[in-house]
C-alpha cells in the first residue's frame, strides 16, 4: 500500500514570497488533514477535510494560508506572503475514519519550508 | 497550561534498558489515546492506539492509560538502538474534545549500544 505522498521535500524562500506544498493521500481515505510542526514541537492541526470539505479550520491563520482539495483527493496548502514565523515542517496525514475522531493517522514525511 | 504535557527530554538510556515515557493532560473529554514515534525527517507513525482507560500490550510496547489521573504511558523493554526517535503522545474524543487530535510536544529518546 503506498503511502501519504508529499511534495516538496525542501523549500527555502524568502520573507513574502509565496510558497504552495502539495499532497497525495491514501487511497480511499476520505479525511485529509494539514498539520505544522515547529522544531521542536509537537503537530498542530492547521486544517481538516473529509472529502472535499473542510471539517475544521479554526487554527488556519486565514489571511496568509490556504487550503484546498479538490475531488476528494489530492490537497495544496499555499502561504502567502509568507513570514518568518512559518519555517517548520508541514505535515499531511490522511485517514479512512470518516469522523476523524479516532486519531489513526499515517503521516507524509512532511515538506520542511525555510523563511529567510 | 497546555492540554497535553510531555517531558521533550532527551532521555538517554542503555540499550536493554526499560523505558518509561508520560504525558498528562487536562481535558476529561479526550476517549482515544495514541503513541506515536517520529523519526529524524520523517513523518509521525502510529505505535499504540488505545481506547479509554487500562493496558495494551505489543510486543516490547505496552501503553497505559489512567484517566481518573489523566495520566498515559508507554513503556518499552529490552530498549533498542533503533528505538531511537522522537516519542509523541496524542489524544482525541468527543464533545468538548471535538474530533480534533491534541499531540504532546513529543519526549526525545535515545537508546546507546
Known amino acids: 500500500e503506498a503511502g501519504v505522498a508529499q511534495s516538496p521535500r525542501y523549500k527555502i524562500i524568502e520573507k513574502r514570497q509565496s510558497v504552495a506544498f502539495w499532497c497525495n493521500p491514501i487511497?480511499?481515505?476520505?479525511?485529509l488533514y494539514w498539520y505544522q510542526q515547529i522544531l521542536g514541537q509537537g503537530p498542530k492541526l492547521l486544517i481538516q477535510?473529509?472529502?472535499?470539505?473542510?471539517?475544521?479550520d479554526s487554527q488556519l491563520p486565514k489571511d496568509r494560508f490556504s487550503a484546498e482539495r479538490l475531488k476528494g483527493v489530492d490537497s495544496t496548502l499555499k502561504i502567502q506572503p509568507a513570514k518568518l514565523e512559518d519555517s517548520a515542517v508541514y505535515l499531511c496525514?490522511?485517514?479512512?475514519?470518516?469522523?476523524?475522531?479516532?486519531?489513526?493517522?499515517?503521516f507524509g514525511s512532511g515538506t520542511q519550508l525555510s523563511v529567510l | 497550561q497546555k492540554e497535553v504535557e510531555q517531558d521533550p527530554g532527551p532521555l538517554s538510556v542503555p540499550e536493554g534498558a526499560i523505558v518509561s515515557l508520560n504525558c498528562t493532560y487536562s481535558?476529561?473529554?479526550?476517549?482515544?489515546f495514541m503513541w506515536y514515534r517520529q523519526y529524524s525527517r520523517k513523518g509521525p507513525e502510529l505505535l499504540m492506539y488505545?481506547?479509554?482507560?487500562g493496558n495494551k500490550e505489543d510486543g516490547r510496547f505496552t501503553a497505559q492509560v489512567d484517566k481518573s489521573s489523566k495520566y498515559i504511558s508507554l513503556f518499552i523493554r529490552d530498549s533498542q538502538p533503533s528505538d531511537s526517535a522522537t516519542y509523541l503522545c496524542?489524544?482525541?474524543?468527543?464533545?468538548?474534545?471535538?474530533?480534533?487530535?491534541?499531540f504532546g510536544g513529543g519526549t526525545r529518546l535515545m537508546v546507546k549500544p
Open positions: 477535510f473529509q472529502n472535499n470539505g473542510v471539517v475544521d
Open positions: 496524542a489524544m482525541s474524543g468527543y464533545g468538548n474534545a471535538g474530533n480534533m487530535l491534541t
Open positions: 481535558n476529561s473529554a479526550f476517549q482515544y
Open positions: 487511497s480511499g481515505h476520505a479525511t
Open positions: 488505545t481506547y479509554s482507560s
Open positions: 496525514a490522511s485517514s479512512l475514519d470518516r469522523t476523524g475522531g479516532t486519531g489513526k493517522l499515517f
